[in-house]
Every structure is written in structure tokens, then in C-alpha cells.
């Protein structure tokens, strides 16, 4: 009788492991971004670079609804700033952010992105403080094409807006208010899977950001 039962279980083990793997719904990813936008104060448009490292979590919260959290560090560099102080600066960001999937097949699907992120950054030099601090909402519609096995061409077009305030504390004392002097942009990117879990990608962004990041992602 124990031994019936062993090879019951053993059986029922090897039909429910696949199934347990389809229903992955979590994905950890690391995100290496590189971008440059046109901030714009009362009495100038600056160019800012911006160089991040982001940990993404992606969970499929219904079929039709993912949800993102992300959460980074980055460096801000404005050479055109007239503070020395705020011509680099350090900090963090948070955000949030939603998918709704509006078309589903075996080679194309088309989603709906809208985010939401919070930045703060601060330096300091010789007695001088800068915190630059904003909010960001985005929203895009994305289109990914299936290539190959489990490898993705992605498409993307959005806007976004941002608004935020730099402080200026020390020898100087200022508060400047800036956003973003563009806000569309589009985005294309390549997803090679190096097997049906775990991806590395690439994607590219012009309009109101230009750069690039890599992406890597693995569904839990």
C-alpha cells in the first residue's frame, strides 16, 4: 500500500510542477539607466543627466492588471547649474505603477502604463546645500511583438509630466521651481530570453528623454 501511494505522489508531484510554473506571476528585475531631459526654470531650460539603478517588482495582480513597484538610486549632473553645489547630486527614488493589458495573443500584445515616481537628491560643498526633490506621472501605450522562442520587440509611445522645486541653503538661499520642457517621448527595446523565465533587453528613449537602459528581469 505505501509504495501505491509513493508513486501516486510522485505522479501527482510531476503533473502539478508545470502547472505551478505557469502560474509565475512575479518578476524581480534590474534596471541600469542612462537618460538626459530638458528641465525648465523661471529663467533658463537646463539640460540634466540622469544615471540610475532601479530594483522592479512586476506582479500580475488579475489577468487583465499588473502592478510595478521600483525603487533606486541615481546620480543628477547639471553643468549649466550656478550653483556648484547642485551641479551634482545624489538620491533616491520610489514608484508606483499600473498595466492594463488591452489585447493579448500568441505574437502581439498591447498594454497601458501609468506611473507615478518620486525623486529626491542632495549635495553639499564648501558650506553650500542643494536638494532638488520632484514628482513624475507618466503614461505610455506599449506593443510587444514576439520574435522567437521567448525573445520580444517592444514599442512604445507616452507623455509625462514632471514638477519640483530645487533648495538652495548656505551661502546662497533660493527656491526655484522647474518641470520638464518636453513630455512626449517613444521607446523601443529587444528582449532576448535566455530561456522562458529569465530575460536581458535593451531599450532606447528619445522625445522629452533620450538615453537607453538594460534591463535585466527573471518571473518568479
Known amino acids: 500500500m505505501r509504495r501505491y501511494l509513493t508513486s501516486l505522489l510522485i505522479l501527482l508531484l510531476g503533473y502539478l510542477t508545470p502547472a505551478l510554473s505557469r ?6 528585475g534590474l534596471h541600469i539607466q542612462s537618460e538626459r531631459l ?6 533658463s531650460v537646463r539640460n540634466t543627466d540622469l544615471s540610475r539603478l ?11 492588471l499588473d502592478g510595478t513597484i521600483h525603487l533606486g538610486k541615481f546620480r543628477l549632473t547639471q553643468d549649466s547649474n550656478p550653483i556648484p553645489a547642485g551641479q551634482a547630486t545624489d538620491g533616491t527614488t520610489i514608484g508606483l505603477g499600473l498595466r492594463f493589458h488591452l489585447y493579448r495573443g500568441s505574437r502581439l500584445d498591447i498594454a497601458s502604463d501609468l506611473g507615478y515616481q ?24 506599449q506593443a510587444s511583438i514576439r520574435l522567437f ?12 509630466a514632471i514638477h519640483g522645486d530645487e533648495r ?8 526655484n521651481s522647474f518641470h520638464n520642457n518636453t513630455s512626449g517621448f517613444a521607446r523601443a527595446g529587444l528582449l532576448l530570453g535566455l530561456d ?10 528619445t522625445g522629452a528623454v533620450t538615453g537607453g537602459r538594460i534591463v535585466f528581469q527573471r518571473w518568479f
Request: proline share 0%; charged share 10%.
Open 54 to 64: 532601479n530594483l522592479v517588482w512586476h506582479e500580475q495582480l488579475a489577468s487583465w
Open 118 to 141: 518620486y525623486a529626491d537628491s542632495t549635495a553639499s560643498l564648501s558650506g553650500q546645500t542643494v536638494n532638488m526633490s520632484w514628482h513624475q506621472v507618466s503614461g505610455q501605450i
Open 196 to 205: 522562458r523565465d529569465s530575460h536581458i533587453g535593451i531599450e532606447v528613449d
Open 23 to 28: 502560474a509565475q506571476t512575479l518578476q524581480v
Open 168 to 175: 538652495a541653503s548656505g551661502t546662497i538661499t533660493s527656491v
Open 149 to 160: 522562442s521567448y525573445s520580444y520587440l517592444s514599442l512604445a509611445a507616452g507623455a509625462l
Open 38 to 43: 530638458d528641465l525648465a526654470y523661471a529663467q
